[in-house]
């Protein structure tokens, strides 16, 4: 049996009976060059970066055109660094499953430091202060995930953490914003150094977020002298702090024990998975599907790794946000959300087996195909139908793949203003009756309102995915239980008005009613959700 911690220059060879590949360079010494040239900070240690920027930075190590390693800063659970990173040398097994039930396996070395980012842990706050003084660092990259950006409550107020960023400064920052503009502030400090804020996370234009995000507390900090207008210069200055947007796509699931049983039979040890009292699942493996992009704007104002040469499609921003509008608001992740809660509602626990449903299947067939692709705007690197071709023939139905749709419903207060308001958006725009003309939308934004009942389909209760606003939404719905009969208007009116939620107030594009209907049909009782699944078949 090999360990991750195994000297794999040394026992190569048993490395290789495990039909594990190993890194090509000496992870003392890009620990070390990392130490004397930072290039590159990651925030944000779980699974997708474990499994998918790793691997691009192991990719450029392996051909010598990076040195320096990832510095990884982790800002929600210092446990991460502590328990999965440092007791096995900052080192994972990334897994890559393919659909005949192979695993193909790479030991991935190319993370040099992880570091718990926290007011509260001293080291980690100085120690990552000190990266950013240094003129060689290029480029951070995200994946904090949606919530991980938030400034604003669901009115769209400043939150007290927010408030309390501006007004107490950067070296007590709580937020992520606040907490990552201290560090841009130290880069200011010496010498207005450049640098490239690249967010990787999986929503549309992400850079543009993490830029309002980054200027909102700075812009606090200026009025209350915490910093001088001359940083908020050097932050809108993109020859100087650029936000790069970004589109990334690869299915990366909580790390499953069906993957830790085959990878011990297989001859591979360190196979526990870790349950944080955070609720980070995570584990010293990573497993993913084969199928991936990361499409880049092209801004770096210090330089960068050839991140292409690692398979990154570098582009201008519209090319980029033509991409991520195809993947993140049409052909991949409405659908993904769609499954979740109509999965959640039905009793399942894997996202494959839900796609021999054949009314699922259905449902997010005429959401991609009838609704979702029509508005969509060909990016041309990618084309959009043979996008959502794949999707629903080969990734999706991937049995291989330990997705649930558990996973996939978290946070979905703050995924449908993109994975669902966008395409709103654009049939509102067209003017006429066109977002009246629409069918799967409603029906799944009035899933979601049945799913925050926390009752399944059988009327069995279950527990809903974590999600921000997951109480208040849940007390606005109040008496509204499986079974009722009244009028269902007073407790969905606000939800379905909610701008920050759905982008516009659905009874003012003429869509509130259509939600309401599709809502008492799903809650007349057990059984209910899968006959209205059924019945939206017949439809044209």
């Not at 493996?285 to 092209?298: A, M, P």
């Not at 725009?429 to 049945?450: E, S, T």
């Not at 809502?519 to 006959?531: D, E, R, Y």
């Amino acid at each position: 049996m090999v360990k991750l911690t195994d000297d794999y220059v040394k026992n190569a060879q048993a490395f290789k009976d495990a039909g594990i590949a190993v890194p090509q360079f000496d992870q003392a010494k890009m620990k070390a060059a990392t130490d004397a040239h930072p290039v590159w900070v990651h925030f944000g240690g779980g699974n997708l970066f474990r499994c998918f920027h790793a691997k691009i930075a192991q990719d450029l190590l392996n051909s010598g055109d990076l040195t320096s390693g990832v510095i990884v800063a982790e800002t929600y659970d210092g446990d991460v660094p502590k328990d999965i990173y440092k007791p096995y040398s900052d080192r994972v097994l990334q897994v890559v499953m393919a659909p005949d039930g192979s695993l193909d396996k790479t030991l991935i070395a190319s993370v040099a430091h992880a570091i718990y980012y926290n007011r509260d842990d001293a080291f980690g706050w100085q120690a990552l202060k000190t990266v950013f003084e240094q003129p060689s660092l290029q480029l951070v990259t995200m994946s904090i995930t949606e919530k991980g950006y938030a400034l604003h409550d669901m009115a769209g107020n400043l939150t007290d953490q927010a408030k309390y960023d501006m007004t107490h400064g950067p070296e007590v920052a709580m937020t992520n914003m606040g907490a990552i503009a201290r560090l841009l502030f130290a880069r200011f400090q010496n010498g207005a150094l450049p640098i490239a804020m690249v967010s990787t996370d999986n929503f549309s234009q992400n850079g543009q977020r993490f830029e309002d995000g980054i200027m909102t507390i700075a812009k606090g900090w200026v009025e209350n002298d915490f910093v001088p207008q001359d940083f908020v210069n050097y932050l809108s200055d993109p020859k100087q702090v650029s936000f790069p947007w970004s589109m990334i796509d690869r299915i990366t699931p909580n790390p499953a024990q069906s993957v830790a049983d085959k990878l011990q039979s297989e001859g591979f040890a360190d196979t526990t998975i870790v349950h944080t009292p955070k609720h980070t699942n995570i584990a010293p493996f990573g497993n993913t599907e084969e199928t991936h992009y990361l499409v880049i704007e092209d801004s770096f104002p210090n330089g960068r790794p050839a991140l292409e040469k690692a398979g990154v499609i570098l582009t201008d921003r519209d090319t980029v946000n033509d991409a991520d509008q195809m993947k993140v608001t049409a052909c991949l992740n409405p659908l993904h959300t769609a499954l979740a809660i109509f999965g959640n509602l039905l009793g399942y626990t894997s996202i494959a087996s839900e796609m021999e449903n054949p009314d699922l299947v259905a449902l997010i067939k005429r959401l991609g195909y009838k609704e979702d692709l029509p508005v969509v705007k060909d990016p041309k690197i990618i084309n959009p139908k043979e996008f959502l071709d794949t999707l629903l023939t080969k990734r999706l139905p991937n049995k291989n793949i330990p997705d649930t749709p558990q996973r996939i419903a978290s946070d979905t207060s703050q995924k449908i203003p993109v994975r669902y308001g966008v395409t709103l958006q654009h049939y509102v725009d067209q003017g006429g009756n066109a977002v009246q003309q629409l069918v799967a939308i409603p029906f799944i934004i009035a899933g979601w309102c049945r799913y925050l009942l926390a009752v399944n389909d059988q009327g069995e209760r279950f527990e809903p995915s974590r999600d921000p606003l997951l109480k208040e939404l849940q007390d606005k719905l109040g008496a509204l239980k499986l079974g009722y009969t009244g009028d269902v208007h007073a407790a969905l009116q606000p939800i379905l008005s909610n701008k920050q939620i759905f982008g516009n107030d659905l009874y003012a594009i003429g869509l509130g009613e259509k939600v309401e209907t599709d809502f008492k049909q799903l809650i007349a009782g057990p059984g209910a959700v899968a006959k209205a699944l059924h019945a939206l078949n017949g439809e044209d």
